[in-house]
């Protein structure tokens, strides 16, 4: 699994790190039981402060994708069918927040944003 972060992002780096790990635990990049980097190797090769990365960790295990084992490492957990979902509509409902939220700042009404997007899909 590749982590990449863009340090000129509105989105905060530990942000962008959760979203990117979670999607690679849903594209089964990451497997149930994978080991994932440690804090201090992740945040070397990224170039970010370890805190950073320990709270991607935190959140994620809070989040129930993964479990740290002390002395051990940080673990990805088995996802049920349930809980993957709720995740998903979850990160769909905020991706959906945001787009709104950039289309206003570029005077871009909700009705025309959504005639848009079903224009583009066909729906």
């Known amino acids: 699994m590749k982590i990449r972060v863009n340090p000129h992002s509105d989105t905060p780096i530990y942000e962008q790190m959760v979203n990117t790990i979670i999607a690679a635990i849903e594209a089964n990049q990451l497997g149930s039981g994978d080991r994932l980097p440690s804090i201090r190797g992740l945040s070397a ?7 950073t990365t320990a709270r991607v960790y935190r959140e994620l295990e ?15 957990l088995p996802r049920s069918g349930e809980a993957a979902a709720r995740e998903k509509a ?11 939220h950039e289309a206003r700042e570029r005077r871009i009404g909700e ?6 997007l079903r224009a583009r899909t066909g729906t």
Request: hydrophobic residues 35%; aromatic residues 12%.
């Open 45 to 51: 090769q990224l170039g970010i402060n370890p805190n």
């Open 90 to 100: 979850a990160r769909m409902q905020q991706l959906y927040s945001d787009m709104l």
């Open 111 to 116: 009705e025309d944003f959504l005639r848009f």
């Open 62 to 76: 809070l989040r129930g994708f993964i479990e740290s084992k002390t002395g051990s490492g940080c673990y990805v």
